[in-house]
């Protein structure tokens, strides 16, 4: 209730604690996360970041979840506008299965992924075809892909939800036909809340490691992401990579939670 957040009010002991309680938590997240940023000198980080593996990890990230991002996004619109709009047999058992992925870890996506396109006939019949996505740099995009949607699809659907009907029932009294008033009535007003999932999918691919590791592998210099940049490092004992690996995925979180906020006005 707004009243609460009126400056002229009393304090009570409830106000104190609650704040206390938000305070003395963000404190302790903004400190262990404030301490990768002080364990290593700037020159370190600096010439971690100049390696041939930190610049090979960084745009085969970049190039992987630029195309992942790409994807998820054309197929999540239309897959939010159904399940906003339209009522039909078996939508709500659809809303549960798109949200699973949200619910267990990605090591089980993974694993799912990797029987898939390992095991079952679809592994085999694409490698007939010359396509390979066990252990290559498909499957991070693949992996990827699958990691992402589910976060797009909440966003989104949460999106086209706050956009009354009245506006699409107006476009369509006017002779204009579902793609028409889609396309020109209904994106346009969500174009705020597109942004933000688009960035927000960029973040979730690029940070994207069990799925990634099960089923493309953590090759290094060959399926090597920023996530598994860290990992390796972290095995091989070398601190100075995975905290600059670890750096620049706290830097990409933080852009994109900013944008988020900025965009969808807080509304986590």
């Avoid at 706050?162 to 699409?168: G, L």
């Avoid at 020109?184 to 969500?190: E, R």
Wanted: charged share 10%; glycine share 8%.
């Amino acid at each position: 209730m707004q009243f609460l957040k009126y400056p002229g009010m009393k304090y009570s002991w409830f106000r104190k604690l609650t704040v206390g309680i938000a305070l003395f938590f963000t404190f302790l997240l903004f400190l262990s996360i404030g301490t990768l940023f002080f364990v290593l000198s700037p020159s370190e980080i600096f010439s971690a970041l100049l390696s041939e593996e930190m610049l090979y990890s960084m745009k085969l990230s970049v190039l992987t979840s630029s195309i992942s991002t790409f994807s998820v996004m054309c197929c999540s619109i239309p897959t939010a506008y159904a399940l906003s709009r339209f009522s039909f047999s078996g939508k709500s058992i659809i809303k549960t299965v798109l949200g699973l992925p949200m619910a267990f870890p990605e090591l089980v996506m993974g694993l799912a992924l990797l029987l898939l396109f390992g095991q079952s006939f679809l592994g085999p019949a694409l490698e007939a075809v010359g396509i390979k996505v066990t252990f290559s740099k498909l499957g991070i995009i693949i992996a990827q892909f699958f990691v992402a949607f589910p976060y797009a699809i909440r966003i989104i659907y949460s999106t086209f939800e706050d956009i009354s009907p009245r506006y699409e029932l107006v476009s369509r009294s006017f002779g204009y036909g579902e793609f028409e008033t889609f396309r020109h009535v209904t994106l346009p007003m969500a174009k705020s809340g597109l942004f933000a999932s688009g960035v927000i999918t960029f973040a979730r691919c690029i940070g994207a490691f069990g799925a990634v590791l099960v089923l493309a592998g953590g090759s290094y210099m060959y399926t090597e992401v920023l996530p598994v940049t860290l990992y390796l490092n972290i095995s091989y004992g070398n601190l100075e990579m995975a905290i600059t690996s670890g750096i620049l995925l706290m830097g990409i979180a933080f852009l994109a939670i900013l944008s988020f906020e900025r965009f969808e006005g807080g509304r986590l």
